[in-house]
């Protein structure tokens, strides 16, 4: 049975950090590319960040230099620390596991709240 399972969500301050974990189960972690995604009230699932099962990154324009993808292997997880948030980072952020568009698997996903 796949599981993933995000923590870390929460209310932070602007300019707080917070740091996602996405633990994952029922599948070959170490095979699949993952990424964090995120949905804010009234818009569209947008890709925040992603790693591949080697380990190269890349991430949304909106949070290059403050939002870092990590993978541990060895623990089946995936993180996403993020630093000097915004009021735009507000969403629900949701992980995602992928193995060449040929199986897909989706966290419940984790709110985010950004606000003083």
């Known amino acids: 049975q796949v599981q993933l399972a995000e923590s870390g969500g929460g209310l932070a301050q602007p300019g707080g950090s917070l740091r996602l974990s996405c633990a994952t189960s029922g599948f070959t972690f170490w095979n699949y590319a993952m990424a964090w995604y995120r949905q804010a009230p009234g818009k569209r699932r947008e890709l925040v960040a992603a790693i591949t099962n080697s380990g190269s990154t890349n991430y949304a324009d909106s949070v290059k230099g403050r939002f870092t993808i990590s993978r541990d292997n060895a623990k089946k997880t995936v993180y996403l620390q993020m630093n000097s948030l915004k009021s735009e980072d507000t969403a629900v952020y949701y992980c995602?596991?992928?193995?060449?568009?040929?199986?897909?698997?989706w966290g419940q996903g984790t709110q985010v709240t950004v606000s003083s």
């Open positions: 995602n596991a992928d193995l060449q568009s040929v199986y897909t698997f």
